[in-house]
């Protein structure tokens, strides 16, 4: 062959891959089960998206929450102002209303003086499993407004946790979700932790203190033991045996509602044997210790916050009200992710959930409420990855949807760095996400947990503020600009030191 023959077919060669790198769909062309992909103009265009640096974005959230120590009022002010409307790592109120978490903190501050017990209650999917995010969240609460303990966990625990460590005898499995150790009930009887343990004749549950190593010291701490329980037979018997500290049986007659077994015991135990006797569907174990606060995690591996109205509605009522349940926390999103195809279905999706808040606001009415949005998802696109396509836009979604039922919103998403940062989440070092490019490792979830403990105390830091100064002056000042303050907030409460924190 003459080689300017050979010259012409590489050329042709060449603008046939030209005319391809120009025109070829970046997302490939499907043919049968195969999807062929073809580098393109359009790809080349994009350039490479510059990388999360997390050590820099966990660094400007956790700067995000601190303020100098100071006794000048105008400077607290100004940091609470820029706070509550241009931080983007704060929880974000319905309406901007600063005072949506007062109630709460007003029942959490009053917990050790009344001898009370205050619950939240911590919904999620499989990223809070193992009490992860609610451990580190509980132990600055507790810190800061007294309590102990692992708080409620189910009559079974199918998937270990860091916090405790317990097991059954006689007692069978009913959950909405679960799995195949566990069944489905002929009612919707299923309970707070939407899953319930069934005892008839006789049954045991076991717990002890975690020797876990990323256990906190506060939830071995255990004083007060509670079942939550109903549907009990008549002459129902519950004994506990633990250590050495001697309990008398507790007998019931039979209710067709929700009642509570308690013992309140002198000196915390390292384990413990609860038997009893009887027919009774068992909703919870309470392992709580001094007055405060406990809160319940309470993972749903694989669910998106769509089964609460499976579960009976007077039931709920009945068991938040028994157990002070003042503060409800949803954490949902990621789970549905997969099934997002365009935005009608983030849209079908927000209509589900808004019925499911509604259900669950009707039977804990005087509960605050709490939604935390999905994390980062990465998921590899042309052998480069990234964030899953509509998690930005299911994120906005969450948060326009929480707020507008009257739900405050967190937006873990950006916190984490929003989008491309679950990939450098796996890449940093100690990883701070698994390779599945989905949920946190430990250290990521207890920085997450941290990040969240730090955004609702500083609401709680500005609730301090404000109980030494006018609301109208507040008021005010929260909607002033920057640049036209008004002079007479130039002065000093000596009383008054921001962000000090008082162990009860």
Request: aromatic share 12%.
């Amino acid at each position: 062959m003459k080689s300017y023959r050979i010259l012409l077919f590489i050329l042709a060669v060449f603008a046939l891959f030209g005319i391809a790198w120009w025109f070829f769909p970046a997302e490939g062309i499907k043919i049968g089960n195969l999807n062929l992909r073809f580098p393109s103009y359009a790809q080349a265009q994009e350039g490479e998206k510059e990388e999360v640096d997390v050590d820099a974005v966990l660094e400007s959230v956790n700067e995000s929450f601190e303020m100098k120590q100071s006794e000048s009022l105008i400077d607290s002010l100004c940091f609470f102002r820029d706070y509550l409307t241009e931080n983007p790592n704060r929880i974000y109120l319905p309406g901007d209303d600063y005072e949506f978490f007062d109630s709460v903190f007003a029942f959490f501050e009053s917990a050790c003086d009344s001898g009370k017990i205050y619950r939240i209650m911590h919904y999620g999917d499989s990223q809070i499993e193992m009490d992860r995010i609610s451990s580190v969240f509980r132990q600055k609460l507790q810190e800061l407004f007294g309590g102990s303990g692992p708080s409620m966990i189910p009559a079974i625990q199918t998937v270990p946790t860091i916090s405790v460590s317990q097991r059954a005898s006689g007692v069978s499995r009913y959950a909405i979700i679960g799995d195949s150790t566990s069944h489905k009930a002929s009612h919707n009887r299923y309970g707070v932790m939407t899953q319930f343990g069934q005892i008839n004749g006789e049954g045991s549950i076991s717990f002890s203190q975690s020797n876990h190593s990323q256990a906190f010291d506060n939830v071995k701490q255990i004083s007060k033991i509670s079942v939550l329980l109903g549907h009990n037979s008549q002459g129902f018997t519950a004994s506990l045996k633990c250590d050495t500290i001697p309990t008398e049986a507790k007998v019931l007659d039979a209710n067709d509602s929700v009642s509570v077994i308690t013992w309140d015991l002198p000196a915390n135990i390292k384990k413990g044997t609860i038997t009893m006797r009887g027919n009774a569907e068992i909703y919870g174990i309470l392992l709580d210790g001094k007055p405060g606060i406990a809160l319940d995690n309470i993972p749903l591996r694989g669910c998106s916050g769509t089964i609460f109205t499976r579960v009976n509605q007077q039931l709920l009522r009945q068991s938040y009200e028994l157990l002070d349940a003042k503060m409800i926390i949803m954490q949902f999103g990621g789970n549905r992710m997969p099934g997002i195809t365009n935005t009608n279905s983030i849209v079908a999706y927000m209509q589900e959930l808004e019925k499911q808040i509604d259900y669950v606001k009707t039977a804990a009415p005087n509960a605050t409420f709490l939604f935390i949005g999905p994390s980062d998802m990465g998921k590899s696109y042309n052998g480069v990855m990234g964030t899953w396509k509509g998690l930005p836009e299911l994120n906005d979604s969450l948060r326009a949807m929480a707020l507008r039922n009257g739900m405050a919103y967190w937006d873990m998403f950006h916190v984490m760095g929003g989008e491309g940062s679950m990939a450098q989440w796996v890449k940093h070092s100690p990883a701070l996400a698994g390779p599945d490019y989905v949920h946190f490792t430990f250290t990521g979830a207890q920085e997450i947990g941290a990040d969240l403990a730090k955004s609702f105390t500083t609401y709680y830091d500005f609730y301090k503020l404000r109980q030494h100064v006018p609301h109208k002056t507040i008021a005010e000042y929260v909607k002033r600009a920057a640049d036209s303050l008004p002079p007479p907030l130039r002065y000093q409460i000596p009383s008054y030191q921001p962000f000090k924190k008082v162990k009860q």
